[in-house]
C-alpha cells in the first residue's frame, strides 16, 4: 500500500514554467502602488524575476528528498507524504500540516529538530516520529476530482495515520489550511487524534 517515491521534476517542465513567467503580459496588469486589487505590481514582478534569475528547484529538489518520501492511496487520492522516524525507541508519531498555498516545504527545516532533537542539543527521548503530507491536490499529491473541505481532508488524514501508517494514536500540528483540518481532525477523531497544535485559530465557538 505504501511506495517509496524520488521527486524529480523533469528539465523540459521547468523551462517551461520559466518561460511562461519570462513571457508574462504585464502590460495587462494596473500598476498601482498599493495592494486593492491584489497583489502588489511591484513585489509581483520582483518575485517573478527573482524565480527565473536565481531561485534553484534543483536545489530543493535534492533537500526534499534528503527525506524518506511516499506515495500510498487512499480514498482513491494518490498521497504524497515524508516520513522521518526518530532515533527515540519510544518515539510518538507527529504529523505536521501545511497551510494555503503551501507544500511539505514549509517543514523542511524543523523535520531533523522534531525527530532527532539529541543532534541539536536536546535529548533522544523527546523524538518523534514526524509525518509531512501533501495536502490532496496539493504538492505532490495527485490533484483530486472534486472540491474537498478540511473536514473530509481530515478523515483522509487520519486514515493515512491509522490504517495506511499502522498507528493507535497520534498528535497534530497545522497552520493556516491546516489548522483547519487539525481542528475537525481533534473533532472527530479523538479516539486516535489526542493531542492538535495549531497556529492559527480558525474554528471558535459560536458564543
Known amino acids: 500500500m505504501i511506495k517509496s517515491y524520488k521527486i524529480s521534476v523533469s528539465k523540459n517542465t521547468l523551462n517551461k514554467v520559466y518561460y511562461k ?5 504585464w502590460n495587462l496588469i494596473q500598476n498601482v502602488s498599493g495592494w486593492e486589487y491584489g497583489t502588489n505590481f511591484s513585489y509581483l514582478k520582483s518575485i517573478s524575476k527573482y524565480w ?3 531561485y ?3 536545489k530543493y529538489e535534492k533537500k526534499i528528498n534528503s527525506f524518506s518520501n511516499y506515495k500510498t492511496k487512499i480514498d482513491g487520492i494518490n498521497l504524497h507524504f515524508i516520513k522521518e522516524r526518530s532515533s527515540n525507541p519510544k518515539s510518538r508519531p507527529l504529523l505536521l500540516l501545511h ?3 503551501g507544500s511539505v516545504i514549509e517543514f523542511l527545516d524543523i523535520i531533523p529538530k522534531l525527530a532527532h532533537p539529541e543532534k541539536f542539543g536536546g535529548k533522544v527521548e523527546d523524538g518523534f516520529d514526524v509525518i ?4 490532496p491536490g496539493f504538492g505532490f499529491s495527485t490533484p483530486i476530482k472534486k472540491a474537498m473541505g478540511p473536514r473530509e481532508i481530515g478523515k483522509v488524514i ?3 495515520m491509522i490504517k495506511n501508517l499502522g498507528y493507535k494514536s497520534y498528535a497534530v500540528q497545522g497552520g ?3 489548522a483547519t483540518i487539525a481542528g475537525w481532525m481533534g473533532y472527530d477523531s479523538s479516539n486516535n487524534c489526542k ?4 497556529n492559527c485559530i480558525p474554528l471558535r465557538h459560536p458564543k
Open 158 to 160: 487520519n486514515k493515512l
Open 176 to 178: 493556516d489550511w491546516g
Open 99 to 101: 497551510g494555503w498555498p
Open 21 to 25: 513567467v519570462k513571457s508574462y503580459p
Open 195 to 198: 493531542a492538535i497544535h495549531i
Open 56 to 58: 534553484n528547484w534543483k
Open 132 to 135: 509531512v503530507p501533501s495536502l
Open 52 to 54: 527565473i534569475t536565481r
